[in-house]
């Protein structure tokens, strides 16, 4: 019965690889969100899809691709990764956009070597 | 300048008091404002969210709201040590959560 579910929970890689995350929310909620946790534990948008569309692309450098199949899903797929690229990464999901709730995801923890 | 700014801590009390964590912000227009809770290892979960002036009572918990002074504040009653975590101010920016960079309370026994 998990809301908002993410695979995998650990991600480890090379350089210059290419790897996907996968969200999934179970709450039928019609927007996703992907957020940034830093080493300083900083938390940072990064994108938002309302009903498939894409409504907020951060200062993200264009190796991040998400890719909304559905209301329920929205994946990440990370191109060429860069050490600066490892990091926690959540999804997150909501009613709308401005006043409500977001419930987050558990988090994918990210290491590049 | 960031939009939210928080004290990063620690925070340290003492079981049973009174825990205040203070957040300001930068856009006068700002007008939703939501407290998370950030275990160590865990996802952000939402305590409290405020849109008006004022105070907002939730069992131990208080929001409060200052938006002349581009304010917002948490109380947490009768402090107990699993109170201890990051606290997470955020408001609505451009229609996504801008986050401050979050306030690590100790709640000591």
């Known amino acids: 019965d998990t809301a908002v579910s993410q695979t995998p929970k650990y991600l480890v890689t090379q350089m210059g690889n290419d790897k996907s995350i996968k969200c999934e929310q179970n709450?039928?909620?019609?927007?996703m969100y992907w957020y940034k946790q830093d080493s300083k534990k900083f938390l940072k948008i990064m994108f938002s899809?309302?009903?498939?569309?894409?409504?907020i692309n951060e200062t993200v450098p264009n190796r991040f691709s998400p890719k909304s199949p559905d209301k329920a899903h929205l994946n990440l797929h990370i191109n060429s990764l860069e050490l600066g690229d490892s990091a926690v990464y959540f999804c997150?999901?909501?009613?709308?956009?401005?006043?409500?709730?977001?419930?987050f995801g558990p988090g994918t923890r990210l290491t590049v070597l | 300048q960031k939009e939210v700014e928080q004290n990063s801590g620690p925070l340290s009390v003492p079981e049973g008091a009174i825990a205040s964590l203070n957040c300001t912000y930068s856009d006068r227009g700002s007008q939703s404002f939501f407290w998370y809770r950030q275990y160590s290892g865990k996802s952000p979960e939402l305590i409290m969210f405020?849109?008006?002036?004022g105070d907002k009572e939730d069992g131990r918990f208080t929001a409060q709201l200052n938006k002349a002074s581009q304010y917002v504040s948490l109380l947490i009653r009768d402090s107990q040590p699993s109170d201890s975590a990051t606290y997470l101010c955020a408001v609505i920016w451009r229609r996504a959560l801008t986050f401050g960079s979050g306030t690590r309370l100790q709640v000591q026994p």
């Open positions: 899809y309302n009903n498939k569309e894409l409504i």
């Open positions: 709450l039928g909620h019609d927007t």
């Open positions: 997150a999901s909501s009613v709308g956009q401005e006043y409500n709730e977001q419930f």
């Open positions: 405020i849109y008006s002036n």
